[in-house]
């Protein structure tokens, strides 16, 4: 049998069993957006790391270096923010075809570190070198929050809102942008900024992580079909999610129509937009919904809701239940 | 201008002076075998990481998947181990080619989990993704040791004895039995089981680091010629290592006279033993080895002294002064 038969998730299903008897009390192992160790009597610390490898992850052609070296960060910045943990210090494996100009190089650590001066988070170090073809990059990420408080994908409850705190799908949309080759319009290049800069939301985790009526949380990674799934099969819970509500862009609305791409698909299945996705009590919504428009000037966007039952998410269109298919968003049929 | 042209310590240089400033206080950063972050009153975390590619660092054909997933963890360890800390968790990101076997990648993870196991250090994070081509492997650790108490590169002081905590070279002989595809004698087996299942020095390192006399440490990766270097770079100081007294196993001496291999050469520059660098104050020196028999019936031995002076190793052989150049030792001349 061969690895794209099973998939990621099926290798990690394979191995999380594995080490579990290992785990030490006040320790979080695999299966979050970070693992967790414990710190001092008033924090614990967050843990992950990303790989990111050349013609599967970017295209070196169509990212410039300083682009690559930040977003390398900013995924990973990402997945603390996702814990509602604050990060102190990245390490950054990095291999290099011999070929490589030492000025791409010199461009990429800039870029790395314009994000660690905005956020603050010091490299502590790394590994460099050879590859053979190839440029890699792993960074590792360690962050802190409060002992007790991270807020793990197994935290939904029934009732709870399901919500996210910025526009989906923009990302994919430069994404098809760039497989196209479509012209370097305004909206085009803004969509293209989206994929090669996101802006990982580490000031909303630590503000949503303060707030006792935010349960479940992660980061939109893989696209909310498959990042909403994780919450769900974590919680043991189903989730009712309208399509209407997901915040859509101007721009992408824009280029969408143009283009005659699918926006439903785009949004739920098109993954890397690096915004948060939470759940919270409803009875806590209005205030919390209030609190984040006050801090960050924008909202807090509820697109469904958490509810009993297995995991699976029901898509409603128009008041009406929708089935995700490969092709696209089709009526529910029984 | 190439990066093979400034190297992989070249990139280094130009990177770890960007994140001095975002240090804060009690973390050390990039320059040692582990980077430090504060943990409890008692002690510190240290973590590491180490990127593994495919036809880089490793033939696929040549070493099995099970030690392939062994060793991944073991150079990891062992850079703990330079800390004189304890294992306490590690973090495993993998690029897989899509036509890997899933057998193959459960052979590698049962040689990962065997090494995890016999050093109780879970699992405890990661990253799966697809490679291009190359099996590409990122292993992050992190450690505990008691606080303030990890052995820098940088504690060496003059006077103190150069010690190692085992045989150099016969991993360096198993990556040329494997070049050479010598034939699969005895000898020539034991040489590639050093070079394919190294024993990381966890329990050694614990041990040095309790012995008050132990000042700085770290690992045999590059060959005691590169490594001993960045000890006495980082502690400003010099030293005098004798080629005779450099220990070496029989199996090694035997293969190496039969092939005509340059020995000072393979155990200075020949890589990837993973056993301990240490200095160990002169006093201390007598009851440090006494111990040290005692525990691991073995012996740690002496092989050189550091002095006063500039930044350099100077090799003695038969009681001469003797240089390394790129063909091996010459007699010394000015």
Redesign the interface.
Known sequence: ??????G?FG??D??SG???H???PD????GDD??I?????KED?V?????L?????FLKHRITPGQLGYKSLAVNLSDIAAMGAEP??S?L???????????Y??AL?EGY?KL??KY???????????????L?I?V?I?GKCRRGKALLRSMAQSGDIVCVTGFLGDSAGGLEVLLNNLPETKDNLQLILSHHLPEPHVKEGLWLAKQSGVHAMMDVSDGISSDLMHILKASGKSAVVELDKIPVSDTLRKVTVAKGWDLDKLVTCGGEDYVLLCTVEAGSLASIKAGFKTVFSRDLIQIGRIIEGESRINWMKNSQQVVLNKHGFDHFSV
């Open positions: 049998m061969k690895i794209h038969e099973i990621e290798f990690i394979r191995i594995m080490f579990r290992l785990l030490l320790f979080l192992g695999i970070c693992a160790i414990p710190y001092n009597e610390y843990i992950t790391t990303d790989l490898i050349e013609d599967i992850h102190v210090g390490f494996s990095i291999g290099i075809p011999a070929e490589t100009e030492v000025e190089l010199d650590m570190h660690s001066q603050k988070v010091p490299l502590l170090g790394g590994d460099t070198t050879k590859s053979k073809k190839y890699t792993n590792g360690v």
